[in-house]
């Protein structure tokens, strides 16, 4: 493959600025061992056991560390193992630590360590290899708390992990979600002076920016840099998602400046976090720019870029766009996924294009695309918006049928419909029906209900379920003070409203804009022109008009 010459890409835009390296044009791609080598490693094994004088045992661990590494041959690895036993031919060290990973990767964690004891037993030293592997396996299989214990336990008795035991730790914690754990154990590990790298600090800068600890985050990577530990691809993508998920897309674009004047080039995941925030602010025509410096970076889009694109377009409401990108990338050999469908099908319903979603809706089944509790939603949320609540009672079945189970957004579409189409009762029936198998409502349900009896007249009804909220417990927001707050100012009870604004800002609840002007409104209607200049002058006051 000849590769194109270094040069300067500039790309440009009304919000951003920043420059591109050009690099040779690459792809990985997971390799899969073809079956025919497979076997013949098997067949070499078996021809091995049969040799007269047998082999060195470092010719069956070739085999086996082989066979350990290719995909879905572990199970074969262990049978092979124990031909090995069958035949007394004694396995070493090495033998025993790819056993102990296979057994590790299958989750079998009680043969790992009972190979560890089968180690010991035969004299042998653990290694960090063995070790590390142990550690490995319990955390990828969530047992951190036991890989801690056990890490804890083998540096008591003078044994040592190098920084691939530590990577596995410091991975676990985070995955676990205990970042500032797994900080604390980087400096452990520099007191125990094993050398530091890129994947201990990338995995938790990952970690960190995910919690939106950006600040954290951003100090590891000067750590890094003052360390001389050079940063990788994974940890400027990690930065940028971290600088985005928190508005701060300059930033974000800064360090993708960095990173390659760093010589370290973007790859498609870096590219789609991008893609996805430009989106997200609906900056579509900047994320189609950004698309375009992709594919001329040799870097080709994958679905999780097109379906940003499309999430952008419907957010922008140009949900025709989207459905031609749709199109389009299936030309161009992309195959879309249930989620560009459910993007879709959301956007045409937002749209109150409901026929059109369910025309995708049929196009994703006949193509054998599964749609998901996320696609039932959109959908039976747009037909209960547009009056078709038989329609939307039908897809819940078929949700069921095919054990797709519905959840409280679901029914939440369901007991909206029933309020506004005045059947507060049913939909009240419907809030126990599923309290009784086991979907807890949420506060946009009882906002939904609390919203319904009052305008179908049950004010009290309305009220008691507000009260015995907060007797519960519940962190009511703004949106059921204000519902509530309307339907007293609806029955001109001024008086309860004014205690509700009062007993609101006691809850920790800042009233907004919303509840001021439904008050206000009320007062100059009811000719309570006094009391609605003074809430004015107060509204005025908290910078709210």
């Known amino acids: 493959m000849s590769f194109t010459r270094s040069r300067l890409i500039s790309y440009s835009n009304s919000l951003f600025s920043f420059h591109f390296l050009s690099k040779p044009f690459s792809h990985s791609l997971h390799q899969f061992t073809p079956n025919h080598i497979i076997h013949d490693a098997i067949s070499s094994f078996h021809q091995l056991l049969h040799m007269h004088p047998t082999p060195s045992i470092i010719q069956f661990n070739k085999i086996l560390g082989f066979l350990a590494k290719t995909k879905n041959h572990c199970t074969t690895v262990i049978s092979l193992s124990h031909q090995l036993e069958f035949n007394e031919i004694t396995p070493d060290i090495a033998t025993l630590s790819i056993l102990i990973n296979c057994y590790s990767h299958l989750g079998q964690l009680n043969f790992a360590f009972s190979t560890l004891g089968k180690i010991l037993k035969l004299g042998y030293e653990p290694n960090t290899v063995t070790l590390n592997t142990l550690v490995n396996g319990l955390c990828l299989n969530g047992k951190v708390s036991e890989a801690l214990h056990f890490h804890d336990y083998v540096v008591a008795r003078g044994l040592h992990f190098d920084k691939f035991g530590y990577a596995s730790l410091i991975n676990g914690l985070c995955k676990m979600g205990e970042t500032r754990v797994a900080v604390q154990m980087l400096r452990k590990i520099e007191v125990k002076l094993v050398r530091l790298d890129e994947v201990m600090y990338s995995t938790i800068i990952d970690s960190l920016c995910k919690d939106k600890c950006v600040n954290d985050a951003y100090e590891l990577y000067f750590e890094m840099?003052?360390?001389?530990?050079?940063?990788?691809?994974?940890?400027?993508?990690?930065?940028?998602?971290?600088?985005?998920?928190?508005?701060?897309?300059?930033?974000?674009?800064?360090?993708?400046?960095?990173?390659?004047?760093?010589?370290?080039?973007?790859?498609v995941c870096t590219f789609a976090i991008l893609v996805d925030a430009l989106c997200k602010e609906g900056n579509v025509k900047e994320a189609k720019n950004l698309l375009v410096v992709m594919m001329k970076e040799g870097v080709i889009p994958d679905v999780v870029v097109?379906?940003?694109?499309?999430?952008?377009?419907?957010?922008?409401?140009?949900?025709?766009?989207?459905?031609?990108?749709?199109?389009?990338?299936?030309?161009?050999?992309?195959?879309?996924?249930?989620?560009?469908?459910?993007?879709?099908?959301?956007?045409?319903?937002?749209?109150?294009?409901?026929?059109?979603?369910?025309?995708?809706?049929?196009?994703?089944?006949?193509?054998?695309?599964?749609?998901?509790?996320?696609?039932?939603?959109?959908?039976i949320d747009g037909l209960c918006k547009s009056g078709r609540i038989s329609h939307a009672w039908k897809l819940v079945d078929e949700m069921h049928d095919k054990g797709q189970p519905a959840d409280i957004f679901t029914y939440n579409s369901l007991i909206n419909a029933l309020c506004k189409s005045h059947l507060v009762d049913m939909a009240i029936a419907l809030v126990k029906r599923i309290k009784d198998h086991g979907i807890?409502?949420?506060?946009?349900?009882?906002?939904?209900?609390?919203?319904?009896?009052?305008?179908?007249?049950?004010?009290?009804?309305?009220?008691?379920?507000?009260?015995?909220?907060?007797?519960?417990?519940?962190?009511?927001?703004?949106?059921?003070?204000?519902?509530?707050?309307n339907g007293f100012c609806k029955e001109g009870l001024f008086h309860e409203s004014e205690g509700l604004l009062s007993k609101m800002e006691d809850n920790g609840i800042i009233p907004d804009a919303v509840t001021y002007e439904t008050i206000i409104r009320a007062l100059f209607h009811k000719d309570e022109n006094e009391k609605a200049e003074k809430l004015l002058r107060e509204m005025i006051a908290r910078g709210l008009l």
């Open 306 to 379: 097109y379906n940003s694109l499309m999430d952008g377009y419907c957010l922008v409401n140009e949900v025709n766009k989207a459905e031609h990108m749709l199109r389009t990338i299936s030309r161009m050999g992309v195959a879309p996924n249930v989620r560009s469908y459910s993007i879709l099908i959301n956007g045409f319903c937002k749209m109150k294009m409901v026929n059109e979603a369910l025309s995708l809706f049929n196009e994703m089944c006949c193509k054998g695309i599964a749609p998901d509790t996320v696609t039932y939603n959109s959908l």
């Open 440 to 485: 807890l409502p949420n506060m946009c349900t009882y906002n939904i209900l609390i919203g319904g009896l009052c305008k179908g007249g049950q004010l009290k009804n309305a009220h008691n379920i507000f009260k015995d909220l907060l007797t519960k417990g519940y962190r009511l927001n703004i949106q059921t003070y204000n519902i509530m707050i």
């Open 225 to 267: 840099i003052a360390k001389r530990i050079s940063p990788n691809v994974v940890t400027f993508s990690s930065l940028i998602y971290g600088f985005c998920i928190v508005g701060q897309l300059k930033n974000a674009f800064s360090f993708l400046n960095e990173m390659v004047l760093k010589n370290i080039y973007p790859d």
